[in-house]
T-cell receptor, first 116, second 110 residues
């Protein structure tokens, strides 16, 4: 069974440019999460989808960040325009619905974003 | 106060010793508690989960939860160099909103 896949694995862009990160969750996982890890800091919650609906987007830093999950399958996270402080590793994770299984989050390998 | 706090380390223990990793959390309503291991440059992977007060053992790993003290810990017995990694404590708040600590870097010295 395929795990959570993320693309690209690494992106280097200049300040002011746009980047779109993609996440394909494990098939059948209705919960999808985006997290960001900045060097030396915690893995910070950005938002949570249940199927195609945004359940909680309280962690999104500002309106330069836009997340979508078309048809409840894959998700994209767009940063436009990118700023220096957006650099970090963006993790996507998925899980089964609450009450099903252990509640374990399955993580992708992450997309490392470097804004110059 | 951070929602989930961990000592960033590094915590250095000799091979074969017990490594003790600690985590405190702020939300008394938290229901589920997880320990993830993350090797450098890799994604986090689940080591243990615990929902009820007390101890839960799985092989060399024991998770301990004390909800009254808002404290969860992970013990690693017979530590091996391959256990060297960052250990992340995660707590669910609300309906499956997972909040992570900064992680504790563990070094097991051969």
């Amino acid at each position: 069974e395929a795990g959570v896949t993320q693309f690209p694995s690494h992106s280097v862009i200049e300040k002011g440019q746009t980047v779109t990160l993609r996440c394909d969750p494990i098939s059948g996982h209705d919960n999808l999460y985006w997290y960001r890890r900045v060097m030396g800091k915690e893995i910070k919650f950005l938002l949570h989808f249940v199927k195609e609906s945004k359940q909680d987007e309280s962690g999104m830093p500002n309106n330069r960040f836009l997340a979508e999950r078309t048809g409840g399958t894959y998700s994209t996270l767009k940063v436009q325009p990118a700023e220096l402080e957006d650099s970090g590793v963006y993790f996507c994770a998925s899980s089964l619905l609450p009450g099903v299984g252990t509640g374990e989050l399955f993580f992708g390998e992450g997309s490392r974003l470097t804004v110059l | 106060q951070k929602e989930v706090e961990q000592n960033s380390g590094p915590l250095s223990v000799p091979e074969g010793a017990i490594a003790s990793l600690n985590c405190t959390y702020s939300d008394r309503g938290s229901q589920s508690f997880f320990w993830y291991r993350q090797y450098s440059g890799k994604s986090p992977e689940l080591i243990m989960f615990i929902y009820s007060n007390g101890d839960k053992e799985d092989g060399r790993f024991t998770a301990q939860l004390n909800k009254a003290s808002q404290y969860v810990s992970l013990l690693i017995r017979d530590s091996q160099p391959s256990d060297s990694a960052t250990y992340l404590c995660a707590v669910t708040m609300g309906t499956y909103k997972y909040i992570f600590g900064t992680g504790t870097r563990l070094k097991v010295l051969a």
